[in-house]
């Protein structure tokens, strides 16, 4: 098998690995993590729907969770294949990797770029009281809620998703 299906392969079963470990630990440790911001919300003087109103959970909702685990199965299967040789998967990666590009790479920015995206949504409110929030004391004491390997984990997890996209892509072009 050629070495640039085995690395394109590699790539993907890395990414793959993420969307299997970063949905359980949330999974379990959200409810934590959103205890934790709630208590961060009233420390700052605020009501505690505040969160709820601007969109802003560290819990993982079933479909999240859901649709993670999928898309960590499709890339399993993906990695699987291109490791076997298979010119399915070769396809089937031509198909998927722009999307993941695309819609994992737009998902994790938000992840990655956590503290921006909040201090915009409460920039964005309609409330004058929450464009007051501190937002990095917020994903501070969020984080506090997870285990402290998760946050370079979803770090590493940006660069295969686009990145590695398009070196996927361009390994199975060869």
């Not at 402290?148 to 996927?168: D, E, N």
Request: aromatic content about 10%.
């Amino acid at each position: 098998m050629p070495l640039a299906a085995t690395l394109a392969a590699a790539l993907q079963l890395l990414l793959a690995a993420t969307f299997f470990v970063i949905p359980v630990v949330v999974w379990f440790r959200g409810g934590g993590a959103q205890d934790a911001a709630e208590a961060e919300i009233q420390r700052q003087g605020h009501a505690p729907g505040v969160l709820a109103r601007h969109g802003i959970a560290f819990r993982e909702k079933p479909w999240e969770f859901a649709l993670a685990l999928t898309i960590g199965v499709i890339l399993t299967a993906l990695g699987a294949l291109n490791l076997a040789g298979s010119p399915t998967g070769r396809l089937l990666s031509w198909i998927v990797e722009p999307m993941v590009f695309l819609g994992v790479g737009f998902i994790t920015a938000g992840q990655v770029f956590a503290t921006a995206y909040t201090r915009a949504a409460f920039a964005r409110s309609a409330e004058p009281a929450a464009r007051t929030i501190d937002a990095r004391a917020l994903i501070a004491a969020a984080d506090s809620g997870f285990p402290a390997w998760l946050r370079p984990l979803v770090l590493i997890r940006f660069p295969l998703a686009t990145l590695g996209s398009v070196l996927v892509m361009a390994l199975l072009a060869f």
